[in-house]
């Protein structure tokens, strides 16, 4: 199963933007759909999870009350709403399936290029 974000863009601080996760192929109700972040020269962080089959989230502490993941079986897909934007929250952002919520992918997953959040103060 493939995974292609979009959304991303530039954002004044305190505004919103709402990221979308496309999965190309079926998916089981066990998996996990992950967005994690990536600054330049910083690790790869969890921002937050979903589960397939019964939409239970986790979050990370950074972005719990501010951001919300939700997803649309019928088109496939993962969202992630991000509201009141900081200027910390600015990285590229990932899509990714696992097992566990906040799991990363093993060595020489294909990430994709990730979508830019951009957030200017």
């Known amino acids: 199963v493939q995974l292609q974000a979009s959304g991303g863009g530039l954002v004044q601080a305190g505004g919103s933007l709402r990221l979308s996760c496309a999965a190309s192929?079926?998916?089981?109700?066990?998996?996990?759909i992950n967005w994690f972040r990536q600054d330049p020269g910083k690790e790869r962080e969890f921002v937050a999870a979903i589960r397939w089959g019964y939409g239970t989230t986790v979050y990370a502490d950074s972005v719990k009350g501010r951001f919300t993941i939700s997803r649309d079986t019928a088109k496939n897909a993962v969202y992630l709403q991000m509201d009141t934007l900081k200027p910390e929250d600015t990285a590229t952002y990932y899509c990714?399936?696992?097992?566990?919520?906040?799991?990363?992918?093993?060595?020489?997953?294909?990430w994709g290029p990730g979508t830019l959040v951009t957030v200017s103060s």
């Open positions: 990714a399936r696992s097992t566990s919520p906040g799991d990363k992918p093993g060595p020489g997953y294909n």
């Open positions: 192929g079926r998916l089981f109700s066990s998996s996990v």
